[in-house]
């Protein structure tokens, strides 16, 4: 009998502890918005109890559909965080624009930009004086906004057995003083450089920064696409070709190039023990990212958003683009496609 009377107790004292936990859910849900499975479920509240800054929490981005263009090298960058940045905010659509004639690049966005063909360009190169000027021509000014670090790398045949060169070297080699590859210790092989024929800011950085704004050697063969230059030098012993670190740092059929300001200290684009294209593609060698932060390695410059402060949507779309990517979360993914992270 005293069983029988403790059950109803047992299910009363159950019951008043339900209703305490649920009151109490009640007041956190209704005080702090909480549901169940939020945390679990909502990278943008996770972001936030953790201090850092995600896609959401930038105001004033506008809706609407958003053309963009510009350069070659972003392309990583379209990859990992546009889609992203268009998973996260349905209503801020962004549509890649290629130019009507002309090759792809940072001089043909920012051309098209001026043109009004363009919401926003994106540039691995700053705006040059002229095009400031062309801008208040029209009516506007424009506004480049940094938001990543990016390293040049310097593409050979794998067989090509030279430890690197050092930036007067290569500058030899590009502007044809420089001839055969024994004359800074390799073999008796003719030296083939290649570069792209575009208005990219690649070859602007390279040529006003390495070349010192010298001209290309007559015996540089000038190529469309990364794509095939790097299957040229893959095929060709003598070939040596410059892009984007993350363009061709991964890539099984050439050997990325360590490269110094002087002999003595030759830096590596990628993480050392070098990775050889024997090895690809199960292995392959990663970004040298510390010494693209640290500017150990010679070869880096900066990545801009290019803005049109015209008071406007496309200002409005500019700098909301450029803000979301200067996020946390826009940074890890810049991170994550290969790019040094400047926050």
Known sequence: MAQ???????????????GLVGGVYWWLANSYD????????????A????????FASIEQVPSGLFSYGGSTTWAPIRKEVDSAIETALPKFQLRYTNPTTAAPGSGTGIKMLLNN???????SRSVKDKEYQQAQQRGFKLEEIPVAIDGIAIAVNP???????TLTQLKDIYTGKITNWQEVGGENQKIVPLSKISEGGTVEFFVNNILDKEKFGQNVEKISTTTEALRKVAQNMGGIYYASAPEVVGQCGIKPLP???IQSKLIPPYKE??????ECPQKRNQLNMDAFRNDEYPMTRRLFVVVKKNDQTDEQAGTAYANLLLTDQGQKLISKAGFVRIR
């Open 4 to 18: 029988k009377n403790e059950t109803p107790i047992i299910v009363l004292a159950l019951l008043i502890t339900l």
């Open 259 to 261: 490269i110094g300001r």
């Open 47 to 54: 972001n936030l109890l953790s201090g850092e800054k995600s």
């Open 117 to 123: 063909q363009l919401a926003f360009s994106q540039s």
């Open 34 to 45: 909480i549901r169940l499975g939020f945390f679990a479920n909502n990278q943008s509240q």
């Open 159 to 165: 067989n090509l057995n030279i430890p690197g060169l």
């Open 273 to 278: 023990p070098y990775i050889p294209p024997t």
